[in-house]
Antibody, heavy 121, light 110 residues
Framework: EVQLVESGGGLVQPGRSLRLSCAAS????????MHWVRQPPGKGLEWVSG????????GYADSVKGRFTISRDNAKNFLYLHMNSLRAEDTALYYC??????????????WGQGTMVTVSS | QSVLTQPPSVSAAPGQKVTISCSGS????????VSWYQQLPGTAPKLLIY???KRPSGIPDRFSGSKSGTSATLGITGLQTGDEADYYC???????????FGTGTKVTVL
């Protein structure tokens, strides 16, 4: 069964850091691009970041550029999102999503259930 | 604010058809493939349509997609109560060098 399981969310103070993880199983992880997409409570979807199959290309939304870093470990089948200088507006449910291809331009065909990040003092 | 505009809501009776529009620009829909996602209440999004009009395995042919110029459309025929959900369009924006989602449309079955 193809599965993505996120972890690492929680309550964090503004300005602090957090690392999200996504464990992938059921498919050949190193053949596909991977992404993080977030959804603030009661609001729409926002793409956060994507990484190509071999980490050769990464992309970030302007809202997180310079603060968040995406990475992957193809040997362990894990995707990560390192989040620094967190702000209240980063509060959201963070989804891990699999790209249909190895490049980051394509659609997301598998989604995890999400991990909640709350930034508040 | 999203660069892809969708109507906030659409509704129809069971068995009827609804269409959802997604308006973009020459840097996104105009030159890249469009996808559509369905998000049932309290669940993660699910891919409904990719590459403008292709359906992943398991998605019924009641769902269809099309694209013309800088706009795309999702159609749902034979509307069912189980189709009540939020629907989002999405595509790559070559100017922003990032993926963009539409504002989202809530489908209500009357």
């Amino acid at each position: 069964e193809v599965q993505l399981v996120e972890s690492g969310g929680g309550l964090v103070q503004p300005g602090r850091s957090l690392r999200l993880s996504c464990a992938a199983s059921g498919f050949t992880f190193d053949e596909y691009a991977m992404h993080w997409v977030r959804q603030p409570p009661g609001k729409g979807l926002e793409w956060v970041s994507g990484i190509s199959w071999n980490s050769g290309r990464t992309g970030y939304a302007d809202s997180v550029k310079g603060r968040f870093t995406i990475s992957r470990d193809n040997a362990k089948n894990f995707l990560y999102l390192h989040m620094n200088s967190l702000r209240a507006e980063d509060t959201a449910l963070y989804y891990c999503a699999k790209g249909k291809l190895g490049i980051i331009l394509e659609a997301f065909d598998i989604w995890g259930q999400g991990t909640m990040v709350t930034v508040s003092s | 604010q999203s660069v892809l505009t969708q109507p906030p809501s659409v509704s129809a009776a069971p068995g009827q058809k609804v269409t959802i529009s997604c308006s973009g620009s020459s840097s996104n829909i105009g030159i890249n493939f469009v996808s559509w996602y369905q998000q049932l209440p309290g669940t993660a999004p699910k891919l409904l349509i990719y590459d403008n009009n292709k359906r992943p395995s398991g998605i019924p042919d009641r769902f269809s997609g099309s694209k013309s110029g800088t706009s795309a459309t999702l159609g749902i025929t034979g509307l069912q109560t189980g189709d009540e959900a939020d629907y989002y369009c999405g595509t790559w924006d070559s100017s922003l060098s990032g993926y963009v989602f539409g504002t989202g449309t809530k489908v209500t079955v009357l």
